[in-house]
């Protein structure tokens, strides 16, 4: 337990910087746009003033307000990059072990001890890593929009708070949903790990055989077993969400039972 | 310590202790290093020192007690021995090598001692 | 004593590297794993560690199958790269309940090593004196040395072969690979030859001279050349 803590301590250490700069850059930029698209929305309604000869209020009127929803319409795009980025640091975790200025997968897999720490330790610093991204994003909007309502003029602006579509799915604002959320996410980094360690046991055309194997077993397990059940038309509804939790759980397991092994036995230097 | 790779480390442990018992530059009742001591010191596995060792007490060139570091033999007819026996070993040497080159015996010895004694000369001057 | 048994391994399609190799290292000993270049002499090291899953075969320390008493010395950079050799010192301070810190503090004066260099930035000979330490701090029955000599000047060299002569070599039984000997053979007990993924000869150095008049190099040049 001691050197798993440890061990997430030295994982984190050695990606912070890369981590605290790349969730700065993101949350600039999307503060950015918001600014940005508060200034292109005033000189619009100017424009169109000039333009159409009209009042202020004419034009804003017919024009539009600018509502929050509509300034940060970009947060979609850069949260896309951010789930990129987060895939490529669940791969680059482990291969910068083999193939970074020096050899620590050496020393990972000769610590004293069972290995599963070192698949715990990897799996917990990309946890933290999406669960601070769920969160800072959180923090972002709320700042973008205080900035928002401080920045643009009372009548320019529609006075509810509403965050683009895109997100609507990622802050319901229900402890459940963001579980879930979280749930789902430590399910991807898991899966990705199985097939890191798959092509790391492997290599080759065997480690990619493996890999598509897995790819195609997962998809028949998830799409097959719904597709089953709506066809059977035998379960209710709650039921079916229940069968569908328990294959998920069963699945999640299996990554990560099928990642020690390969820790474990398959694992080459 | 230079080591002829050919042949055996602990032979030549030994005759290095040999040649300096002949000299006494170790002298009878002399205290020698430990065995790790002496590995470390020119370079050798421990355990061909501890080799070298146990044939030096076999040819009753030390003495080894219990606890106590080993030492140079108090034997006198031993010190003796190893003079004649490292004597016979380098004039056996040297025989060999004068009749290859096929010179009679009163050349060799004269030219033996004429240069014997100018190298001998010239240690004193130096 | 070590014992590996029949260690087999192949690389994908290709021609198996280990045929079945089999050899023991004895307490308090230092034997040495010969081979030319690409005989899979780290591979058995690797495969010893588990750092490679074999095909077949075992290895059994004392009688068990226990890694936790060996230590590997591999010939490259195992400690992630921003560390100094103060920071991997404390490292396996942390790790390792067997970590000896006196040993390593008087290998690192001996060496002359500072704990402020960054691992990565030091001389070639310097990395190779701390992969040494961080091998012989470790309080293990047996330790593997990766081709330990291999691109050093002749001086770090005989530095480092003091280090098999000393009193830190009690108690450790050590098998070390290399494909050039000339320098190191008076310090070596045994000679193991593996060609062709096979131990195709094996010696006690002192015996092989005494009773075949041999050197090891004389030795190799028979193994390889014919």
């Given at each position: 337990m001691k050197q798993y803590l440890m061990l997430t301590n030295e994982e984190l250490k050695r990606s912070w910087k890369m981590i605290v700069s790349v969730i700065l850059a993101m949350a600039s930029i999307e503060i950015l746009t918001v600014v940005g698209r508060v200034i292109y929305h005033e000189r619009q309604i100017k424009e169109y003033m000039s333009y159409s000869k009209l009042t202020e209020s004419e034009a804003l009127r017919s024009f539009g307000k600018l509502s929050f929803g509509l300034a940060s319409v970009y947060f979609g795009y850069i949260v896309l990059v951010g789930i990129v980025l987060v895939i490529l640091y669940a791969v680059q975790i482990w291969y910068r072990d083999w193939?970074?200025?020096?050899?620590y997968i050496y020393r990972l897999l000769l610590l004293?001890?069972?290995?599963?720490k070192i698949f715990f330790a990897k799996f917990t610093s990309l946890a933290l890593v999406i669960i601070s991204f769920i969160g800072l994003q959180w923090v972002v909007i709320q700042l973008s929009y205080a900035i928002f309502n401080w920045l643009?003029?009372?009548?320019?602006?529609?006075s509810s708070f509403n965050i683009p579509i895109e997100l609507n799915q990622l802050y319901t604002m229900n402890l459940i949903d963001t579980l879930i959320l979280v749930v789902l996410a430590l399910f991807i980094v898991s899966f990705l790990f199985m097939l890191v360690l798959l092509e790391r046991s492997y290599r080759k055309v065997k480690g990619l055989l493996f890999i598509v194997l897995e790819v195609v077993a997962f998809f028949i397990i998830m799409v097959g077993g719904m597709y089953v059940i709506e066809k059977l038309d035998f379960f209710l509804s709650q039921e079916i969400s229940a069968i569908m939790l328990a294959i998920f759980v069963l699945y999640f397991v299996y990554t990560i039972w099928k990642s020690l092994r390969l820790l474990k036995w398959k694992i080459s230097v | 310590m230079q080591f002829d790779q050919r042949s055996p480390v602990y032979l030549q442990v030994v005759r290095w202790f040999k040649e300096q018992i002949a000299t006494e530059e170790l002298k009878c009742g002399q205290e020698i290093p430990s065995r790790r001591e002496i590995a470390a010191q020119l370079g050798i596995n421990p355990n061909t020192a501890q080799k070298a060792y146990k044939e030096m007490e076999d040819q009753h060139l030390i003495t080894t007690e219990r606890n106590v570091p080993s030492k140079i033999t108090m034997d006198q007819e031993v010190v003796k021995k190893v003079r004649t026996e490292m004597l016979d070993e380098a004039v056996a040497q040297f025989i060999e090598a004068v009749q290859a080159i096929q010179i009679p015996l009163g050349e060799v010895v004269t030219k033996v001692e004429t240069m014997y004694q100018s190298t001998e000369r010239r240690k004193i001057d130096a | 004593m070590l014992e590996v048994h029949g260690l087999k391994k192949r690389y994908?399609?290709?021609?198996?590297?280990?045929?079945g190799v089999s050899f023991s290292v004895r307490p308090d000993s230092i034997t040495c794993l010969i081979g030319l270049n690409g005989e899979g002499k780290s591979t058995i090291l690797k495969a010893i560690m588990g750092l490679v899953p074999v095909d077949a075969g075992t290895v059994l320390v004392d009688g068990e199958v226990s890694r936790e008493k060996i230590a590997f010395v591999p010939d490259l950079q195992t400690m992630p790269?921003?560390?100094t050799i103060g920071d991997a010192l404390l490292y396996m301070s942390d790790y390792y309940?067997?970590?000896n810190p006196k040993v390593a503090e008087e290998l690192m004066g001996l060496f002359k090593?500072?704990?402020?260099?960054k691992i990565l930035e030091l001389s070639k000979g310097n990395q190779a004196k701390f992969s040494l330490v961080l091998g012989f701090a470790l309080d293990r029955p047996y330790l593997l040395l990766d081709e330990?000599?291999?691109?050093?000047d002749l001086f770090t060299k005989e530095q480092i072969a003091w280090i098999f002569s000393?009193?830190?070599?009690?108690g450790r039984g050590i098998l070390m690979t290399t494909h050039e000997i000339i320098e190191i053979?008076?310090?070596?007990?045994r000679v193991v030859f593996l060609q062709d993924g096979r131990i195709i000869d094996e010696h006690d150095t002192e015996e092989m001279r005494e009773v075949?008049?041999?050197?090891v190099q004389d030795r190799m040049r028979e193994v390889y050349q014919r």
């Amino acid at each position: 337990m001691k050197q798993y803590l440890m061990l997430t301590n030295e994982e984190l250490k050695r990606s912070w910087k890369m981590i605290v700069s790349v969730i700065l850059a993101m949350a600039s930029i999307e503060i950015l746009t918001v600014v940005g698209r508060v200034i292109y929305h005033e000189r619009q309604i100017k424009e169109y003033m000039s333009y159409s000869k009209l009042t202020e209020s004419e034009a804003l009127r017919s024009f539009g307000k600018l509502s929050f929803g509509l300034a940060s319409v970009y947060f979609g795009y850069i949260v896309l990059v951010g789930i990129v980025l987060v895939i490529l640091y669940a791969v680059q975790i482990w291969y910068r072990d083999w193939f970074g200025e020096s050899k620590y997968i050496y020393r990972l897999l000769l610590l004293p001890g069972s290995r599963a720490k070192i698949f715990f330790a990897k799996f917990t610093s990309l946890a933290l890593v999406i669960i601070s991204f769920i969160g800072l994003q959180w923090v972002v909007i709320q700042l973008s929009y205080a900035i928002f309502n401080w920045l643009i003029k009372d009548d320019y602006r529609t006075s509810s708070f509403n965050i683009p579509i895109e997100l609507n799915q990622l802050y319901t604002m229900n402890l459940i949903d963001t579980l879930i959320l979280v749930v789902l996410a430590l399910f991807i980094v898991s899966f990705l790990f199985m097939l890191v360690l798959l092509e790391r046991s492997y290599r080759k055309v065997k480690g990619l055989l493996f890999i598509v194997l897995e790819v195609v077993a997962f998809f028949i397990i998830m799409v097959g077993g719904m597709y089953v059940i709506e066809k059977l038309d035998f379960f209710l509804s709650q039921e079916i969400s229940a069968i569908m939790l328990a294959i998920f759980v069963l699945y999640f397991v299996y990554t990560i039972w099928k990642s020690l092994r390969l820790l474990k036995w398959k694992i080459s230097v | 310590m230079q080591f002829d790779q050919r042949s055996p480390v602990y032979l030549q442990v030994v005759r290095w202790f040999k040649e300096q018992i002949a000299t006494e530059e170790l002298k009878c009742g002399q205290e020698i290093p430990s065995r790790r001591e002496i590995a470390a010191q020119l370079g050798i596995n421990p355990n061909t020192a501890q080799k070298a060792y146990k044939e030096m007490e076999d040819q009753h060139l030390i003495t080894t007690e219990r606890n106590v570091p080993s030492k140079i033999t108090m034997d006198q007819e031993v010190v003796k021995k190893v003079r004649t026996e490292m004597l016979d070993e380098a004039v056996a040497q040297f025989i060999e090598a004068v009749q290859a080159i096929q010179i009679p015996l009163g050349e060799v010895v004269t030219k033996v001692e004429t240069m014997y004694q100018s190298t001998e000369r010239r240690k004193i001057d130096a | 004593m070590l014992e590996v048994h029949g260690l087999k391994k192949r690389y994908g399609r290709k021609k198996p590297i280990l045929e079945g190799v089999s050899f023991s290292v004895r307490p308090d000993s230092i034997t040495c794993l010969i081979g030319l270049n690409g005989e899979g002499k780290s591979t058995i090291l690797k495969a010893i560690m588990g750092l490679v899953p074999v095909d077949a075969g075992t290895v059994l320390v004392d009688g068990e199958v226990s890694r936790e008493k060996i230590a590997f010395v591999p010939d490259l950079q195992t400690m992630p790269g921003y560390m100094t050799i103060g920071d991997a010192l404390l490292y396996m301070s942390d790790y390792y309940p067997d970590w000896n810190p006196k040993v390593a503090e008087e290998l690192m004066g001996l060496f002359k090593l500072l704990t402020t260099d960054k691992i990565l930035e030091l001389s070639k000979g310097n990395q190779a004196k701390f992969s040494l330490v961080l091998g012989f701090a470790l309080d293990r029955p047996y330790l593997l040395l990766d081709e330990p000599f291999a691109g050093i000047d002749l001086f770090t060299k005989e530095q480092i072969a003091w280090i098999f002569s000393s009193h830190y070599m009690e108690g450790r039984g050590i098998l070390m690979t290399t494909h050039e000997i000339i320098e190191i053979e008076h310090l070596i007990d045994r000679v193991v030859f593996l060609q062709d993924g096979r131990i195709i000869d094996e010696h006690d150095t002192e015996e092989m001279r005494e009773v075949y008049g041999k050197s090891v190099q004389d030795r190799m040049r028979e193994v390889y050349q014919r």
